[in-house]
Structures are given as C-alpha cells and as structure tokens.
C-alpha cells in the first residue's frame, strides 16, 4: 500500500524493469488524461520533491527531463533549478489555480513502499498527499497521481531517503517520462 495517495478508486501498479509495462503505464495515464480534459481545459504536471536528497529528487528529474516538452495547454511545475518541495508547496498550488484555474493537475512524487515494491510506479485517479511518508502535513493535490515507489516505509524514513540509489531514481524517472511524453502527445494532439 502506498500511504501518500489519498481519494483513491484504483491504483494501478507498473515494475519499472519490465519494459512491456510501459506501454500500460502510458495506456491507462492516456485514458485518464483524456477523460480529464474533457471538463479541464489544459493539463499540468506538478513534480514534487526536493533536489537534496536522492530519494526525493524523483519528481524534480521528471519535471527537468520534460521542461522541454513544449505543447499548448501543458505547463510543468517542478524541477532540478525550480523544484517544488514542503516549504513552497501551497504557494505553488496557488499559483496553479490561480493562472491555470480550468487544469488537470498530474501530481508526481517519490514514495516509499514494501520492499517487494521498490522500483514500481503506482497511478491513480485522484490526489495524493505529499511527504505523509516522512511525516509531513502538506496539502494534498492531484486530479491525477504517479509515485515512484523509490526505498522501504518504515523507521527512519528521512534517512532512508537520503541513502536510496540514484539508479532506481533514475530507472524510474526514465519510465515516467516515457510514459508521460506517449500520454501527453495522444491527449492533447488528438
């Protein structure tokens, strides 16, 4: 169970060595974003985390690795030089609703899991609630959530956060990207 994601009704679990799981990675975010934008008007990707600790860098990686990913109705918040973490979190959801009041917001963010789960990507319609792993009240945020599972939940999770490997950060950043930049071309161009 992934304990930062909130207002659930389906969590749909991807192994980030399984190549064959991108394609449903990106199928089911396809399909969610698509119903999204129905009734929103354009979409934007929050990547939420901190460039500090390499378990928390997950969603700043992402949102560097796509800031070049230029469409109309697509904004990205949240990268290695302007990342969005616990100390501007609420100020950045403002700043979301507040220039892009009719968007779908995708919430990404790093989470800690079972060990059977490091190295999984969880999506989901709904919100997640950032940092309740390490024990931070942040608001919750999302019409759309994508974790990656990147270390174990348990004791000492801020020091488990800072000694997770770059690889499965990297594995998994590279997964997510792939899967969003297939979404993001099927959604909004067709």
């Known amino acids: 169970m992934n304990p930062s994601v909130v207002e659930k009704s389906n969590i749909y679990y991807y192994d980030s060595h399984k190549r064959q799981d991108i394609i449903r990675f990106s199928q089911v975010l396809t399909s969610l974003i698509k119903e999204k934008l129905r009734s929103k008007g354009e979409l934007v990707l929050l990547c939420i985390g901190s460039d500090r600790a390499t378990g ?8 560097y690795k796509l800031s070049k990913l230029c469409h109309p109705g697509f904004q990205i918040y949240g990268t290695l030089s302007e990342p969005v973490h ?8 403002k700043k ?26 969880t999506l989901g319609e709904g919100s997640l609630c950032p ?19 990147v270390n174990i939940s348990g004791v000492l999770s801020n020091m488990v956060l800072q000694t997770t490997r770059l690889d499965i950060v990297m594995r998994l950043a590279d997964f997510i990207c792939l899967g969003i930049k297939y979404s993001i071309i099927s959604s909004l161009i067709l």
Request: glycine content about 14%; hydrophobic content about 45%.
């Open 131 to 149: 940092g309740i792993g390490v024990e931070k009240e942040l608001p919750a945020v999302g019409d759309i959530f994508i974790t990656g599972i």
């Open 96 to 121: 979301i609703h507040r220039h892009h009041p009719h968007a779908a917001i995708i919430a990404i963010d790093a989470s800690l899991g079972s060990s059977r789960h490091i190295g999984y990507i």
């Open 86 to 93: 616990a100390k501007n979190l609420g100020e950045t959801i």
């Open 56 to 63: 928390d860098c997950l969603g700043p990686i992402i949102g």
